[in-house]
């Protein structure tokens, strides 16, 4: 059904027609509705609130998510929203333009979080965590305002990975981006629906596609950051022994608390072996035998 190129989303007009592209498509629809069903993100006639920075991934979910809905395999409304934060250099005018020939419902939203951040981060330190917190709680207010039910990002297997790795090597937990979370005030949901795929298929898709793609790196925020230190290990990794990746990420779905450390996830402590008896007289403390 996905190779009928004269039935699509006009978010797919265009498309390659080679077998390469027909493939990585499919295999992309596949995962993300994969992840969809795995953890239970369709509640049926609600609406979802799709982030939309202008970067590969979140062209991928935009378009992914149209074309899962175009089938009859997504039930709920989906509403499109870019949050310009004033970054300078911002090509302003390029979303709202791409939306509207796309025919997708979308908002655009101006809020200058990027003069805050400058204003509240000292000289020499990365933008990205504050500048994050205050997108998202943007999004969460928009969310909110529009009647979504939940917050979709654009989040992949790739960034789930990374973030791991950080948080082992530099939180000290382990801990990653869920597939499906509810926020800290418990109102909205948080969807990735690309956790399965990998960065590589969002490139490929999105420079085949030719989207506009608007650079991350606007604020000149980029350089050094933990997170590109965790791509390059994972990329080392990757090159010596392909597949890796996949490998790493299959044991986050894989986990075993009974071969972890975590007293709080395993009760260590009442742990016992079928040759512990316990022989109980009266008034005694029970004795080993």
Not at 68 to 86: T, Y
Not at 118 to 137: E, F, H, I, Q
């Amino acid at each position: 059904m996905l190779d009928d190129l004269d039935d699509i989303h006009p978010l797919f007009h265009g498309a390659p027609s080679s077998a390469s592209f027909k493939k990585l498509r499919k295999r992309i629809v596949r995962q993300t509705r994969e992840a969809i069903e795995q953890y239970g993100m369709i509640q049926r006639g609600t609406r979802w609130l799709v982030c939309l920075s202008g970067g590969k991934d979140s062209y991928t979910l935009l378009a992914v998510l149209h074309e899962l809905k175009w089938r009859g395999l997504l039930p709920v409304d989906l509403l499109a929203c870019n949050l310009d934060q004033g970054q300078p250099g911002f090509p302003a005018t390029v979303l709202p333009e791409f939306l509207k020939k796309m025919q997708v419902p979308h908002r655009i939203e101006y809020q200058d979080t990027y003069s805050i951040v400058k204003d509240k981060v000292p000289a020499g330190r990365t933008y990205c965590a504050l500048c994050s917190r205050l997108r998202r709680g943007n999004l969460y207010r928009i969310a909110r305002e529009e009647g979504c039910s939940a917050v979709v990002l654009g989040h992949h297997r790739d960034d789930i990975l990374e973030t791991f790795f950080m948080n082992l090597f530099h939180g000290g937990r382990l801990a990653t981006m869920p597939p499906k979370l509810v926020n800290e005030e418990g109102d909205l949901f948080v969807y990735r629906p690309l956790a399965h795929v990998a960065e590589a298929d969002c490139e490929k898709f999105a420079k085949s596609m030719n989207y506009p793609i608007i650079p991350c790196d606007l604020c000149g925020s980029q350089d050094g950051l933990q997170r590109q230190q965790v791509k390059q290990i994972l990329d080392q990794w990757e090159r010596n022994s392909p597949g890796r990746r996949q490998v790493m990420f299959r044991a986050l779905t894989n986990v075993r608390p009974s071969h972890m450390l975590d007293p709080k996830l395993f009760d260590f402590a009442g742990l016992l072996t079928n040759s512990f008896k316990f022989e109980e007289k009266d008034g005694d403390v029970p004795l080993l035998r």
